[in-house]
T-cell receptor, first 117, second 111 residues
Framework: SAVISQKPSRDICQRGTSLTIQCQVD?????MFWYRQQPGQSLTLIAT?????????ESGFVIDKFPISRPNLTFSTLTVSNMSPEDSSIYLC??????????????FGPGTRLTVL | QKEVEQNSGPLSVPEGAIASLNCTYS??????FFWYRQYSGKSPELIMS????GDKEDGRFTAQLNKASQYVSLLIRDSQPSDSATYLC???????????FGTGTRLQVTL
């Protein structure tokens, strides 16, 4: 499976600021996703990052709050804008590789642990 | 009704025993089913995928799928302390084109 890295691995931010999280894959992938995992909770899909076009957001998530870019098949960014303590969470990117497309297998990056004060 | 349901646990089993983890789902159109293992402070790791009714074995792990009952399970044989983790059931539905996760079952393997 693809090797996925995320930067930063963790950060502590002040209320009202923004943080951009990067997701880099070592091979071309078809699908990239961004998830949030709040403390003690399961994973919630934020959006599908579409290469060369606007991301597809899930209900409850909007582009102004979570702008996403995907300029190519190996890289995506998620920005958490105008942060509040409620945004404290682990943010994960996941990918579906070309080989696994028909199987819908998703593999996760190591995650970014965000704390908002 | 939640789309994917799991007992939160903790499920406690002694070392060497079989751990049985269960998951039900609500969408009959679901096509693909996955089990992820998540250690505390780590990201989810895919350990099993199953797509058709029946059993699928991989080492000490067996996934079981019953689409008629909308039920998927994971058996872990010869449980080890290193199996102690949260196990997430995930279901892919083509109509929604997304993976939906259960809340996870915390497994504790005791010595």
């Amino acid at each position: 499976s693809a090797v996925i890295s995320q930067k930063p691995s963790r950060d502590i931010c002040q209320r009202g600021t923004s943080l951009t999280i990067q997701c880099q894959v070592d091979s071309q992938v078809t699908m990239m996703f961004w998830y949030r995992q709040q403390p003690g909770q399961s994973l919630t899909l934020i959006a599908t990052a579409n290469q060369g076009s606007e991301a597809t957001y899930e209900s409850g998530f909007v582009i102004d709050k979570f702008p996403i870019s995907r300029p190519n098949l190996t890289f995506s960014t998620l920005t958490v804008s105008n942060m509040s303590p409620e945004d404290s969470s682990i943010y994960l990117c996941s990918v579906v590789s070309v080989a696994e497309l028909s199987y819908n297998e998703q593999f996760f990056g190591p995650g970014t642990r965000l704390t908002v004060l | 009704q939640k789309e994917v349901e799991q007992n939160s646990g903790p499920l406690s089993v002694p070392e060497g025993a079989i751990a049985s983890l269960n998951c039900t789902y609500s969408d009959r159109g679901s096509q693909s089913f996955f089990w992820y293992r998540q250690y505390s402070g780590k990201s989810p790791e895919l350990i099993m995928s199953i797509y058709s009714n029946g059993d699928k074995e991989d080492g000490r792990f067996t996934a079981q799928l019953n689409k008629a009952s909308q039920y998927v399970s994971l058996l872990i044989r010869d449980s080890q302390p290193s199996d102690s983790a949260t196990y997430l059931c995930a279901v892919f539905t083509g109509t929604a084109s997304k993976l939906t996760f259960g809340t996870g079952t915390r497994l504790q393997v005791t010595l």
